[in-house]
């Protein structure tokens, strides 16, 4: 079992849907949850970091975390064609952040 | 501020050559990553130094994989001899103390070297 699951994709939404991404993580102890967006070409960029259980909302991205189910999730709501991207999911366990293989997200204009 | 440097963008060799990538971290940060990313994966740790110590190294091949950090500032990782499968994006990363950072655990990335192994 991988340390860190994301839903494989592609995912494709119209503009101004939400977008829903899903990871989940095998390790309990894991301490902080992070998603990075990377464009194609570049390096991953964080846009989300989260802590406790529940949501945290910055802009049109929501973070949840359920360490219960350790499940993690993003939302990105009133989806834009600049958000089209690929989506990691990273989980910070004793200093260590292991990635999940991505989703990769398109807007359709 | 200037972000994390890498260098050379990409690299093009035959098999069985040597090749280094060069990374100069954010001023400031004392750890530093060197990952490995495959098409369509997300990155895998090779190496973590905190400042001129490598901490973490059960990742890299060390057979053939090398690193240092000399004066806990910029940082070579080298590949002695190339073989395929080494073709991948080589990607550094640093980040600050996490007493001390916004996010602790946030890690910035560079730009990465991409590396074709012919």
């Known amino acids: 079992q991988k340390e860190v699951e994301q839903n494989s994709g592609p995912l494709s939404v119209p503009e101004g849907a939400i977008a829903s991404l899903n990871c989940t993580y095998s390790?309990?102890?894991?301490?902080?949850f992070f998603w990075y967006r990377q464009y194609s070409g570049k390096s991953p960029e964080l846009i989300m970091f989260?802590?406790?259980?529940g949501d945290k909302e910055d802009g049109r991205f929501t973070a949840q975390l359920n360490k219960a189910s350790q499940y993690v999730s993003l939302l990105i709501r009133d989806s834009q064609p600049s958000d089209s991207a690929t989506y990691l999911c990273a989980v910070l366990n004793d200093y260590k952040l292991s990635f999940g293989a991505g989703t990769t997200v398109t807007v359709r204009a | 501020e200037a972000g994390v440097v890498q260098s050379p963008r990409y690299k093009i060799i035959e098999k069985k050559q040597p090749v280094a990538f060069w990374c100069n971290p954010i001023s400031g940060h004392n750890t530093l990553y060197w990952y490995l990313q495959n098409l369509g994966q997300g990155p895998e740790l090779l190496i973590r130094y905190e400042n001129e110590e490598a901490v973490d190294d059960s990742q890299l091949p060390k057979d053939r994989f090398s690193a240092e950090r000399l004066k806990g500032v910029d940082s070579t990782l080298k590949i002695q001899p190339a073989e395929l499968g080494d073709s991948a994006v080589y990607l550094c990363a640093s980040s600050l103390e996490h007493r001390l950072a916004g996010a602790p655990g946030e890690q910035f990335f560079g730009p990465g070297t991409r590396l074709t192994v012919l």
């Open positions: 390790d309990r102890g894991s301490q902080s």
């Open positions: 989260i802590y406790s259980n």
